[in-house]
């Protein structure tokens, strides 16, 4: 037995140092997962609200002790995943091995007595713990591991990036340093689960599923919770053929699809408001193009916007997800744009003229596409590996993708992250915008259908253009800003890292360049106005020289050493 178990150790030593390189991994877990059908988005996607599905969310008194918590939930039933994290006050996610123990723990719930209000009585999966006065309460050795939830400060970001020894392993450590963790996606569809709650009171068989960049793997620590309202299940067709008789429900109708989504979320997001613990803020926008309910979930920190009949843009996040998953390099660069288009005010959180992240995540897919080996296929070609299964049309567009990622086979493209950071800016520096359209279907730039200023073809819904709210000042200043970060990207004394300093403070270079706040001030509404009176090339000529300054001292330094 015990010459069984070390062999068991030395193989799964074996099985790691196999695996020894961090592309080879991927490739491997890709091939095998896919083979086991379990890295499939859509499989993924259901592990996971399933997980949540038996999860809880409590609310911990400050100085709860590990131990002491886990064993008192214990008593409800076996706890397979537990973690903490710091909100308005200490929570804890709490997953059990089955969804019965979630029965006894609420069994054990009450509802609280206020005082001079009243409550509503929705017994939901959001708990609060409390001591109840006997035996200790805390612990002086108690020391909890709480999960982050939100990204690091820019500046400290700079430092970790300045002090990396490539620009390769500066995106990386970006994504690093910037992904969502698997504790935070684990909140996120625990969220959705708890909303689907409420909405189940009126459609028993509906899900509430995350899309964006909560699924899409392009998601940033504190980015906005997505979700639809999935109200597919509920029209399943289960006739009794043969007795020429059939029963269907009778139901209300509205005007149109539109009209009946807007009264759904109507409602809805109305309970969401009046019942749901832990909402605040609800707004309901069922005007906008894609009816809406807009909220903060308190206990998560998440700002949610709920939506139904999104279909398409569930497709969207599968395919950014397949993406991702193709080569490594696709999320670095990705991430790396994102980030440096927010420091430069080229996206931001307010709705309006600017690029949207899912805009610039297309605009980086395409520019993979068309390097001279092909990084990524088109959307074209993943669709033509689908299977028979895979088929999906949603309101007659073609929205089929292949689910089995083994099937790709990618070209053997061996550029370095930092060269295609800089030929990513180059690109899109001297890119005819006024003529063409972006185009990951084909992987090839179209004549525009209609003139506005920047024209990206819908993967999906082809007819329609994804950054139709983009005035010509945003796309200018995007191109702008492209010029100029290719333009630092030349230069030596952004491209190295100073020799010899490996102190604790080291100059930024590299990406960290890119995302200085000198080049950064124009970050912000505020930013924008004074942008006007710093012309680029001043702020560049800033930048610099406080850059060769830099490296001069530390140049002097080591030489007087
Ligand atoms: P964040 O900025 O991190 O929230 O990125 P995101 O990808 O989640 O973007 P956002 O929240 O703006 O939109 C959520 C999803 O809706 C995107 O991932 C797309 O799938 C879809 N989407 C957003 N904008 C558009 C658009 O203009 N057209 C279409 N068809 N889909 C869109
Ligand atoms: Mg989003």
Request: hydrophobic letters at 35%; glycine letters at 6%; aromatic letters at 8%.
């Amino acid at each position: 037995h015990l010459s069984q178990k070390s062999d068991l150790r030395a193989r799964r030593i074996l099985t790691r140092s196999t695996f020894a390189t961090k592309a080879q991994t991927v490739k491997k877990t890709l091939q095998a997962g896919a083979a086991a059908g379990k890295e499939s988005f859509s499989a993924l996607q259901e592990e996971r609200r399933e997980q949540a599905e038996r999860s809880v969310l409590i609310s911990c008194p400050p100085n709860i002790n590990q131990k002491k918590f886990l064993d008192y939930i214990s008593k409800h039933g076996h706890v397979q995943n537990h973690f903490f994290y710091q909100s308005y006050g200490i929570y804890a996610v709490v997953e059990f091995s089955t969804k019965d123990s979630i029965t006894a723990l609420k069994a054990n719930c009450t509802i609280p007595s206020v005082q001079h209000e009243a409550a509503v009585p929705f017994k939901s999966r959001l708990l609060s713990l409390k001591w109840t006065g006997q035996g200790s309460q805390s612990n002086a050795s108690n020391t909890l591991k709480l999960q982050k939830h939100l990204p690091i400060p820019i500046n400290e970001l700079s430092q970790h990036l300045s002090k990396q020894e490539s620009i390769d392993q500066q995106l990386q450590c970006l994504t690093d340093l910037y992904q969502l963790t698997e504790e935070n996606i684990s909140l996120r569809f625990l969220v959705c689960s708890l909303l689907r709650d409420i909405a189940a009171a009126y459609f028993p068989e509906c899900i509430i599923r995350p899309f964006g960049s909560t699924v899409n793997s392009f998601g940033k620590l504190g980015c906005d919770l997505d979700m639809f309202l999935d109200l597919d299940g509920i029209s399943g067709q289960n006739q009794r053929k043969g007795s020429g008789l059939s029963l269907e429900y009778q139901v209300k109708q509205g005007t149109s699809e539109r009209t009946v989504t807007q009264s759904v979320l109507s409602v809805i997001g109305e309970c969401v408001d009046q019942f749901g613990p832990g909402c605040v803020g609800v707004q309901k926008i069922l005007n906008a193009r894609c009816p809406l309910v807009r909220f903060a979930h308190q206990p998560s920190g998440f700002q949610c916007d709920l939506t139904a009949n999104n279909r398409v843009a569930m497709k969207s996040s599968e395919l950014l997800f397949v993406y991702g998953k193709l080569d490594a390099r696709v999320r670095h660069l990705v991430f790396a744009v994102r980030c440096w288009a927010r420091v430069h005010g080229i996206t931001s959180s307010i709705p309006g003229a600017w690029i949207t992240n899912f805009s610039l995540t297309v605009l980086v897919l395409f520019f993979l596409q068309r390097r001279t080996q092909p990084l990524l296929p088109t959307l074209d070609q993943l669709r033509d590996l689908a299977d028979p299964s895979d088929q999906c049309i949603i309101e007659g567009n073609d929205c089929t993708i292949v689910s089995d990622l083994s099937k790709i086979k990618l070209q053997k493209n061996t550029d370095t992250l930092e060269k295609l950071l800089q030929e990513f800016f180059e690109f899109y520096g001297n890119f005819a915008f006024s003529s063409t359209s972006i185009n990951i279907r084909k992987g090839k730039e179209q004549n525009k259908p209609e003139s506005t200023p920047l024209h990206i073809q819908n993967p999906f819904e082809t007819g329609l253009n994804i950054s139709k709210n983009v005035n010509t000042t945003q796309l200018e200043r995007f191109v702008a800003l492209c010029r100029e970060s290719a333009w630092l990207l030349e230069q030596k004394e952004v491209l190295k890292r100073n020799a010899g300093q490996s102190a604790d403070v080291v100059p930024p270079w590299g990406l960290a360049a890119l995302l200085l706040p000198s080049v950064a001030q124009s970050a912000g509404v505020k930013g924008r106005r004074k942008k006007k009176h710093h012309p680029a090339s001043e702020r560049i000529k800033t930048l610099l020289e406080s850059l060769k300054s830099s490296s001069g001292g530390a140049g002097a330094k080591q030489s007087a050493v």
